[in-house]
């Protein structure tokens, strides 16, 4: 309250701005866009363009490894897999309160909207979500965490 009375909204769940000053990153993240990430500890999150495989790797964050005459930087590396492609994309898009297109799920993950829509079907039936985005109702934001256990 005392946000929206300066002013500011609540644009995702963890996070307020004024009108169009969200943060350009966080918006990446939660529509599922990619990502590069620099320096030690960094995350990035990498689509290939020809196979459209999806995948995550992380930087080391020892400082002394950064030192070593031939630094290995990446620590960590997965490929998503397509049967995570769900969850991991409806997990960032609800965070947001006014979610996302229906048509962003097959652009970002290469899958069919059908691998979601008894899903999302039942959570509208539920109350959860909206009929006609990937958008939470405010009793499915109360709930967010039981929503994504549904597509895993």
Known sequence: ??????????????AYAQHGKQAKHNMNY?????????GAGAHSKITDAQSGDIS??????TPKDYM??????????ETVEAADLPFEFM????????????SLFSARTGLTFDEI????SRLREDGLMEASRL???ETGRRYLNSVLERFV
């Not at 997990?91 to 229906?102: F, P, Q, S, T, Y």
Request: net charge positive.
């Open 1 to 14: 309250a005392l946000l929206a009375a300066r002013g500011f909204m609540q644009y995702e769940v963890s």
């Open 30 to 38: 939660w529509t599922f866009g990619d990502y590069i990430g620099i």
């Open 56 to 61: 995550r790797y992380r930087k080391t964050r």
């Open 68 to 77: 070593k005459p031939k630094p290995e930087y990446r620590v960590g590396l």
């Open 91 to 102: 997990m960032n898009a609800l965070r947001l309160n006014k979610g996302v297109d229906e």
């Open 117 to 120: 829509s008894p899903t999302v």
């Open 135 to 137: 958008q939470l109702t």
